[in-house]
């Protein structure tokens, strides 16, 4: 499942695996559909491709985008996730400290067992990484908790030697990660903890914000979007969580 703020480079990713030309820009077709889903044969396997919506989207709200993450994180099976979140970041130089509160909003919101579950994919860059650059990555990963130290770059627009090798090394990348979590995905339970643990912090934080009537809109799509994959008593915690992150987090999600 690729994860990554809107223009990281998720969709063009998602279409170097299917063999498509690379694209700039991700549309989703309705407010139902959580995310865009692909199968790309890869040598002997079959890979699923999820790319969500991005964070930082320009015309949806911090509360669907976030309600339409957590959707596409069991629309296959209601009990069970996927093997790897990708995450995906777009390289301008570095990481500000909003680049790294973003990773903390999903690790709030999928818990800290989760980390086990993230693989970072740098794209936008041209030619070799510099030490400096590689000591920038390491010090971004140690910071928002990813549990492997390893990463991988992928040029979307570089030529097709040079594409085909990242692609083999980042499937082979994720294969062990995979491998390394003894095949489990990432589950419901592992969700539904995180969020009560979410819940607690909210609570004890005291700024919980109530939805007014403008909130209407927002709410009737993200119940829509969370009702086919969670209980209906979880949504309404679920959708809260999402608008006190959605406002304690506003500036990194903008």
Not at 116 to 141: A, E, V, W
Request: with cysteine; charged share 25%.
């Amino acid at each position: 499942m690729l994860i990554g703020k809107t223009g990281a480079g998720k969709t063009s990713i998602m279409n170097t695996f299917l063999g498509k030309a690379a694209v700039t820009k991700n549309s989703f077709a309705s407010d139902e559909a959580p995310c865009t889903t692909e199968t790309a044969p890869f040598g002997n396997q079959r890979l699923v491709l999820a790319d969500t919506l991005g964070l930082c989207h320009t015309s949806k709200s911090k509360e669907e985008v976030l309600s339409k993450l957590i959707a596409s994180t069991f629309q296959f099976d209601s009990e069970q996730g996927p093997h790897v979140f990708l995450y995906v970041h777009r390289w301008e130089d570095g990481f500000t400290t909003h680049d790294v509160e973003r990773v903390k909003v999903l690790r709030r919101i999928f818990g800290k067992e989760a980390m086990r579950y993230f693989f970072l994919l740098i794209t936008h860059i041209d030619g070799d990484l510099s030490g400096g650059q590689k000591n920038q990555i390491r010090k971004f990963i140690k910071k928002v908790g990813f549990k492997t130290q390893k990463y991988c770059v992928i040029n979307n627009r570089g030529n097709e030697n040079r594409k085909t090798k990242e692609q083999k090394e980042l499937v082979k990348e994720i294969n062990e990660m995979v491998e390394n979590n003894k095949l489990r995905n990432y589950t419901k339970e592992m969700f539904e903890h995180a969020q009560e643990v979410l819940r607690n912090q909210i609570q004890k934080s005291k700024t919980q914000r109530q939805m007014g009537a403008g909130d209407q809109h927002v709410a009737t799509v993200a119940k829509a979007l969370l009702s086919p994959v969670l209980p209906a008593d979880f949504v309404t915690v679920v959708l809260q969580a999402n608008v006190w992150l959605a406002t304690k987090f506003d500036n990194c999600l903008t």
